[in-house]
């Protein structure tokens, strides 16, 4: 076993990042309300403050030196130095300044609640997984995929009977549905071995499946697929510190993509109207990696420790207030032991949104797909 994982010292596993020298474009200023709002789903590379929300959940950013660099240097439950992907993905792709807000923060907010969610909702929960128990054992309470699309419902209810049927489905069908899940369930995996790997793969890629046919069941049609990227090579995952990549996750990350890849191309096929963009983020990772320098772009000048957090035998602690915390944030890959910069993410998100290159992401681009 590679890492070291107890209840007193919550890692979040997951993180993603990555990237390459990429196009940019600039984005239009479309009010979301016409080509149809952004709904967010996942774990901790997109919660936007939904863990913040939940009382028993200790997969938490709500702390310094979380959000050191976001405007007003606020944590806001983002597990980021600042901006992270789901931010960075939506401003790509235009009309948006943030993510659209989480929607336990919108439910109880009933004054602007119907306004709100015709902007598109964010349903990302840390430490969540794919699977309906994952997270729960290490954190407390979590909102699983399972939970995440019957929030959705809801909201499909709430724009409907405020739109109308047909507006509102039609409105639905246009709108971009962004997923970026499955890290927390690999890593659950490899410390627990429940089935062999083989099986674990066909099992996570039917329980994606029963997903995205709830909600394409329910008028989903665009989906941008965010696979699970080379989890072994964050910086908790290095055993010791600094050390090789795990293979285990690495293996089964890949494994998952090709996976996920296989069912979306039969999904698109059989589905009518189903159209999805899956970005490859371990390829992006990886290319960072091996090559930090090789990139005009990237410049990272560290891609194997975390920014924020000790240096100590058993991995890299906590980020919090007092911890070790590096100066130039942008030098880094990573922010914490599992997470990465706001710098990574603007990097990711250049190429899911805009690369024309099939590694990265295929059969289109995300702003392709929000166009088609
Ligand atoms: C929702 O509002 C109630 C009552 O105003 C409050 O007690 C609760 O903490 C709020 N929940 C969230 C998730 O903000
Ligand atoms: C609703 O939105 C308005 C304008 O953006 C804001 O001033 C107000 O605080 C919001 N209401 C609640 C309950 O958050
Ligand atoms: C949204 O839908 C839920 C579930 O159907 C309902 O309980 C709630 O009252 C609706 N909210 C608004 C503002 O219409
Ligand atoms: C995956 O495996 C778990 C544990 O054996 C099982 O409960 C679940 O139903 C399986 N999921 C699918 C979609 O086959
Ligand atoms: C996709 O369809 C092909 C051909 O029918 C099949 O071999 C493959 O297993 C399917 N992939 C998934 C993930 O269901
Ligand atoms: C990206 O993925 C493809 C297919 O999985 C692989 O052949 C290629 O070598 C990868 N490229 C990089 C840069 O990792
Ligand atoms: C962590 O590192 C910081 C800065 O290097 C240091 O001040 C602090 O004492 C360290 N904390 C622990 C628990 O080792
Ligand atoms: C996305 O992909 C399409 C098709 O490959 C390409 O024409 C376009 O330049 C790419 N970038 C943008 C911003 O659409």
């Not at 997923?179 to 099986?199: A, K």
């Not at 090579?233 to 990350?253: M, T, V, Y």
Request: charged letters at 15%.
């Amino acid at each position: 076993m590679a890492m070291e994982l107890s209840p007193r010292k919550p890692v979040l596993l997951v993180m993603y990042v990555a990237v390459f020298c990429v196009l940019t474009a600039s984005a239009k200023k479309v009010p979301v309300q016409t080509i149809g709002p952004i709904f967010i789903f996942g774990d901790s590379t997109m919660d936007v403050g939904t863990n913040n929300l939940i009382d028993n959940c200790k997969a938490r950013a709500d702390h310094p030196y979380y959000g050191i660099d976001y405007p007003g240097s606020q944590a806001t439950g983002r597990f980021s130095n600042g901006l992270n992907t789901a931010d960075t993905i939506v401003q790509l792709l235009g009309g948006y300044d943030f993510s659209p807000l989480p929607y336990l923060a919108l439910v109880n907010d009933s004054s602007n609640f119907t306004r709100e969610i015709l902007n598109g909702v964010n349903f990302a929960s840390g430490g969540a997984g794919l699977a309906k128990a994952t997270g729960k054992a290490f954190y407390g309470q979590v909102i699983s995929m399972e939970e995440q699309v019957q929030q959705f419902k809801a909201v499909r209810g709430n724009i409907t009977a405020f739109l109308g049927e047909s507006k509102g489905d039609n409105l639905l069908q246009n709108s971009m549905y962004i997923l970026s899940i499955g890290s927390n369930d690999i890593m659950e995996y490899v410390f627990t071995h429940p089935m062999t790997p083989e099986q674990f793969v066909v099992n996570l890629t039917n329980t994606y499946a029963i997903h995205l046919k709830n909600l394409y069941c329910k008028g989903a049609r665009k989906f941008g697929i965010i696979s699970i990227p080379p989890i072994g090579c964050c910086p908790i995952a290095r055993s010791p510190p600094g050390s090789a990549c795990s293979d285990e996750p690495n293996n089964l990350a890949r494994a998952c993509h090709a996976s996920f890849e296989s069912l979306l191309k039969n999904m698109s096929s059989t589905l009518k109207g189903f159209k999805y963009s899956v970005a490859n983020t371990y390829n992006m990772t990886m290319s960072i990696i091996t090559k930090p320098t090789d990139c005009m772009f990237s410049g990272f000048k560290d891609v194997k420790s975390a920014c924020c957090g000790n240096l100590t035998t058993l991995g890299i602690s906590e980020c919090k207030k007092g911890a070790h915390l590096c100066k130039y944030r942008d030098d880094y890959l990573f922010w914490d032991g599992v997470h990465p910069t706001q710098k990574a993410s603007k990097l990711a998100a250049n190429a899911i949104v805009f690369s024309q290159d099939p590694d990265f992401v295929s059969p289109i681009n995300f702003s392709s797909l929000r166009n088609a």
